[in-house]
């Protein structure tokens, strides 16, 4: 079956760094984004990576290794506005999306 | 990036109406547009996928009888809530892709059947 694994929640304090994990089983694979979810609002596009390796892009980075089924979102200089769900989505053989549960990050003065 | 619209905001309807509730592409042609239920803490819950000019195909579980899903245009997809129950309040979200491009989301819907 296909099944995207992360951590539930996590939290981490203001201005540190703290990486989220995501890993996959897709049948096929075509890439994985990673969406932020503020608190009743819709996803809004991070990252989408396909290759293997970094893609950074200001204070997000997003890396991935497709031998390892594995992927991370890591985000620096953490801002309180930065608490919110992260979503890890694989994209499988048919360009289907398979939803992570999330992983809800709490941000600490 | 792309753009879409998702109408009404937030409904309250009575038992037993319908809620219709409208996605739109607003700067590009969505060839496929998804739509989502997320009940509270829960993640996003894939309902059905909508292919312009077909019929929806709709994940097991979901009764197609009462989530109907018409995608008339390349820039329009309608999901009706008919014969609304409370426990069909939650949060719906459409999302619309070109081919195998990032998926762009409606801002949401939160309907609250009473």
């Known amino acids: 079956g296909q099944n995207i694994d992360q951590p539930t929640e996590m939290t981490a304090t203001e201005g540190a760094i703290v990486q989220i994990n995501c890993t996959y089983q897709?049948?096929?694979?075509?890439?994985l984004f990673w969406y932020q979810q503020h608190a009743g609002e819709a996803p809004t596009f991070l990252s989408y990576n396909v290759l293997d390796g970094l893609e950074e892009k200001g204070r997000f980075s997003s890396f991935l290794s497709r031998s390892k089924g594995y992927s991370y979102l890591l985000l620096k200089e953490l801002q309180m506005k930065d608490s919110a769900s992260y979503l890890c989505?694989?994209?499988?053989?048919?360009?289907?999306?398979?939803w992570g549960a999330g992983t809800k990050l709490i941000i600490k003065p | 990036g792309a753009v879409v619209s998702q109408h009404p905001s937030w409904v309250i309807c009575k038992s037993g109406t319908s809620v219709k509730i409208e996605c739109r592409s607003l700067d590009f042609q969505a060839t496929t547009m998804f739509w989502y239920r997320q009940f509270p803490k829960q993640s996003l819950m894939l309902m059905a996928t909508s292919n312009e000019g077909s019929k929806a195909t709709y994940e097991q579980g979901v009764e197609k009888d009462k989530f109907l899903i018409n995608h008339a245009s390349l820039t329009l997809s309608t999901l009706t809530v008919t014969s609304a129950h409370p426990e069909d309040s939650s949060f719906y979200i459409c999302?619309?892709?070109?081919?195998?491009?990032?998926?762009?989301f409606g801002q949401g819907t939160r309907l609250t059947v009473v």
């Open positions: 897709t049948s096929g694979f075509n890439g």
């Open positions: 999302s619309a892709r070109v081919r195998d491009t990032e998926a762009f």
């Open positions: 989505a694989g994209v499988d053989s048919n360009y289907q999306l398979i």
